[in-house]
């Protein structure tokens, strides 16, 4: 490996590490999302740059899926602000039962984004990961392994991003910006669940489609081995089979069961709407520690 790849590997590690946490402290839901964008070119430098013909795939297709769920991402937000008239997570909450399409799709596009299977996300991430394991174990290349371990804690990161975008956004209590926002127009309903669809169906026949293309107009004088097993269509099966069974044990066992709610009861007095915790404070802790400021 010469050393321009290495600088590369090296420059995507750090994209990686601080764009992610930069996305963490955001209050901001279009600039917390560009953040994690941002990370996930540091997994596509890091594949084309290892010089492993199966992290060069996985970059190429990651290229492909960061397009498509970043797009999502974006395009919801997009459907917030037009509805809520602001992208301030402080100001935001409760929004998943009056846009239940954008909340869904939103949902799919931020676990693809973190890298949860069965979604598209999730095989490019994981042919990186192959591929850095490969050349790190067999080809002892030790800053592979420490990319491949940076990639990982990277995911890690994205998917703690995702968590507070979901809360802050659709959630927490709603906030008076949010108390009289609906569902968005047909059109930009129908290109989020397009662009979700694809998210599922890129990750489930990643193998039969989009991957076979993109492996064919590399021209590869060989073909390219996996290590492990992974069957996304039988994965996918059995993720949806355990959310069935779930979804009925609730609505059979659980749902009929009478449950009070009420509101917070704080030093004899009940709070006002605007000081309830909006979820942006999910990782305060960590951005006051030294070593990350």
Not at 5 to 33: C, P, R, T, Y
Not at 92 to 100: D, E, F, V, Y
Not at 151 to 170: C, D, E, N, V
Request: hydrophobic residues 55%; aromatic residues 10%; contains cysteine.
């Amino acid at each position: 490996m010469n050393i321009i790849a290495q600088l590369l590997i090296i420059s995507g590690m750090i994209l990686i590490i601080v764009m992610a946490f930069k996305a963490l402290w955001q209050h901001d839901l279009k600039k917390a999302i560009l953040f994690d964008a941002a990370a996930q070119a540091g997994y596509i430098i890091i594949g084309v740059a290892s010089s492993n013909k199966l992290a060069f795939i996985g970059g190429i297709f990651h290229l492909v899926n960061s397009a498509v769920y970043v797009s999502l991402m974006l395009l919801a937000a997009a459907a917030v602000k037009q509805q809520a008239k602001t992208l301030d997570m402080d100001s935001l909450g409760g929004l998943a039962r009056r846009m239940p399409v954008t909340y869904v799709s939103f949902f799919i596009a931020a676990m693809a984004l973190a890298g949860m299977p069965p979604l598209n996300g999730f095989v490019s991430k994981w042919l990186i990961y192959q591929g850095l394991l490969q050349s790190a174990v067999i080809e002892r290349m030790p800053l592979l392994l420490a990319a491949l371990i940076v990639t990982i804690l990277g995911s890690a990161l994205t998917l703690a991003s995702s968590i507070k975008l979901l809360h802050a956004t659709f959630l927490t209590t709603p906030s008076k910006q949010t108390l009289n926002a609906g569902e968005t127009g047909f059109a930009m309903r129908a290109a989020l669940v397009t662009l979700a669809a694809i998210c599922v169906l890129f990750g489930i026949f990643a193998f039969g489609l989009p991957l076979p293309v993109i492996i064919s107009s590399l021209k590869y004088p060989y073909g390219v081995a996996l290590f492990g097993f992974w069957q996304p269509v039988l994965a996918a099966l059995l993720m949806f089979t355990a959310m069935a069974a779930g979804w009925l044990f609730y609505i059979i066992f659980l749902k009929k069961n009478t449950v009070r709610r009420d509101t917070a009861f704080t030093g004899c007095e009940t709070p006002d709407k605007e000081t309830y915790p909006t979820g942006t404070g999910f990782y305060q802790t960590l951005k006051d520690l030294r070593i990350l400021k």
